[in-house]
């Protein structure tokens, strides 16, 4: 079953998609910190897509399968 979360972090666009982009290709978990300092970590073998958010929302949404 597929679950959605939404995690809103203070990294730019660019560093949330390179952070992606790496753990993806290396097969490693993603780890994410939000902005009230809680760390998410998330299996690279669950990622289905990632939303990131304009600057100003600074928010990352996962859908996993």
């Known amino acids: 079953q597929a679950r959605e979360i939404t995690i809103e972090v203070s990294a730019d666009r660019e560093e949330v998609l390179a952070l992606v ?14 902005t009230r300092n809680r760390q998410y970590l998330i299996p690279a073998a669950k990622i289905s897509s990632v939303e ?11 859908a996993g399968l």
């Open 21 to 34: 982009q790496a753990a993806l290709d290396s097969s490693q978990p993603l780890i994410l910190t939000d």
């Open 52 to 62: 990131v958010g304009d600057t100003a929302e600074r928010r990352v949404g996962f």
